[in-house]
């Protein structure tokens, strides 16, 4: 994860990828919305068995993720900085992550950092911000 403060523009850049990994995301709960219709359309109500309402659960789970996906997170790579509202900083499995909360309601994760000297540092730029 690169994060980069630009000053004549007044925001930073974020070079880590996640658009990538949201778009192959997005393909595969699309896919698995449709196969998921397939599967419940395909027969009757009368004929669903234990598979179809495998299929109902994955297909339902599916649309929420994809719903989130699409309105509530962001894979914006440059992000001025008066769309930020307030860094989150979290710990998964026992790495610290951050995530920046934008005006426009969505977040912007901004992954893991890899050893103890790029927390700081991450830490370090957005006090310099004044964002934290």
Known sequence: MKIKFNESENSIEIKDGLKKQYLILKIVMILNIVNASIRIFDK???????IEYIWIVVGVISLVVLFFFLYKMSTSEKISIGEITRVEEKTIFGKKRFALELKNGKKRNLGSCKDQYELAQTRELFTKLGIV
Do not use: K, L, P
């Open 44 to 50: 009757g109500a009368s004929e669903y068995g234990f």
